[in-house]
């Protein structure tokens, strides 16, 4: 062990009074607090952009097919397109596509004895996989197909039950436009109930059979709106789209499209969420780093007739500069350490408890959802430690102007 690691352990765990030690505990309990408010900000960031990414994906699929038109929404009725058997292999061929599912959407008016209210039902058919949209059921179940002709069952939102006062197994009236302008009136059951949070879609959105869509647009059995596609991972969704726009047989009049292009808005504001995250885990280090600073200052100022004995002796500046970094980082090192178990055990009961809640409406979800990823908060962890470090080599150097005399009778 090297005099200037001992001489800083010796004073680092030295449990005598001094003013110094004021200073430390100070010193650690704000990068304590500072550890600890980056992991939760950091952990709060992923969560709320995967929570809210994964409940667009998991009711429209990463991408569509369809025809080609400009300025479509979500909204949007599709042109409908031929059904395609050897298109769909060759993209289920395809490692990064995980399914891909025919849709059709269709405008209709929902009509009780009291009150009227408009709606997008989405169309799907019998194989499509239920699972994806199962979290969102509060009430009821997925709708059931019928092999010989369509299915009477209909889903709607939550918010739309409540302002038409339906509930699960009432039968509702529900008007369609034809393509010659007359309305068509039918009767459907609600076989379930579901709330996803994100307003565009429990304000204009219903579930029901496309085989339905397909009679009120006097469509063929092989005529569909489009294709929603699910990948393994979304982040390649734009490379996806090249590969699939460039397969044989792929339609020119197609496009392949991200569902971000749809909905622009919500996803431009979660990536607004990386800005105010770097913001805050940038002021957290600052904090953090102005402490052990002044800490370090302090130390110095308080051990000077120390430092005047050593260079006295013949210790080099390097030595005594080493002595109050190697301190001064022990002071870091239990600060990180300890703001790192807060914040993951804050973490951990969020994730269990859920006890911090949100208005639902402005952040499509009732409580914080928490993405504690290892090597995030390890960087973390790593990172401050290293800023430290390299920082604190500045205010040590006020040890190289000390001289040993003043230093001894400094008082």
């Known amino acids: 062990m090297s005099i200037s690691t001992f001489i800083a352990n010796r004073i680092a765990f ?11 505990r100070l010193s650690v309990v704000a990068t304590i607090i500072s550890v600890a408010a980056m992991i939760i900000t950091l952990a709060f960031a992923n969560g709320f952009q995967k929570r809210v990414s994964e409940k667009v994906f998991s009711f429209w699929g990463h991408m569509r097919i ?11 009725e599709e042109i409908p397109i031929i059904n395609n058997a050897e298109i769909v292999r060759e993209v289920k061929k395809q490692p990064f596509v995980k399914a891909i599912y025919p849709f059709a959407t269709r405008y209709a008016i929902l009509k009780t004895k009291d009150d009227l209210q408009g709606v997008l039902v989405k169309g799907l058919d019998k194989d499509y996989d239920s699972g994806y949209l199962r979290e969102f059921i509060v009430e009821g179940s997925f709708i059931r197909f019928n092999d010989s002709t369509y299915s009477r069952d209909i889903m ?3 918010k739309t039950a409540e302002e038409l006062q ?3 197994n009432d039968r509702v009236l529900i008007y369609f436009i034809r393509p010659d302008g007359s309305k068509r009136p039918d009767r459907l059951t609600i076989k ?6 994100v307003a565009d879609f429990d304000n204009s959105f ?9 009679q009120l647009n006097d469509w063929q059995n092989n005529q569909i709106g489009g294709y929603e596609i699910v990948l393994n991972d979304y982040k390649k969704a734009d490379t996806a ?5 460039a397969l044989p047989g792929f339609d020119d009049d197609w496009r392949v499209q991200n569902i971000r292009d749809y909905i622009p808005n919500i996803f431009d504001w979660l990536n607004m969420q990386d800005t105010t995250r770097n913001v805050l885990i940038g002021i957290m280090i600052v904090v953090a780093v102005i402490n052990l600073i002044t800490c370090l200052i302090i130390l110095v100022l308080e051990r000077m007739r120390m430092v005047g004995v050593l260079k006295a002796i013949g210790a080099s500046d390097w030595v005594v500069q ?9 002071i870091a090192a239990r600060g990180i350490l300890i703001g790192a178990a807060v914040g993951l055990i804050l973490l951990f009961i969020q994730d269990k408890t859920g006890f911090i809640r949100l208005d639902e409406e402005a952040y499509f979800m009732e409580t914080a959802a928490v993405q504690i990823t290892g090597w995030e908060v390890a960087a973390i962890c790593v990172a401050t430690f290293g800023i430290c470090l390299l920082v604190l080599l500045i205010p040590s150097y006020i040890v190289k102007k000390i001289q040993p005399v003043k230093a001894i009778h400094f008082r």
């Open 156 to 158: 709607i939102s939550k």
């Open 14 to 24: 030295n449990q005598n009074r001094s003013f110094s030690r004021f200073i430390i």
């Open 166 to 168: 339906l509930k699960l």
């Open 241 to 245: 789209a090249q590969i699939l726009s």
């Open 206 to 214: 219903a579930i029901g059979d496309m085989q339905l869509i397909r």
């Open 322 to 330: 080493k002595i109050f970094i190697r301190h001064s980082l022990i």
């Open 66 to 76: 369809q025809e080609s038109l400009p300025y479509t929404s979500l909204i949007t």
């Open 192 to 197: 379930g109930i579901f709330k996803t949070g």
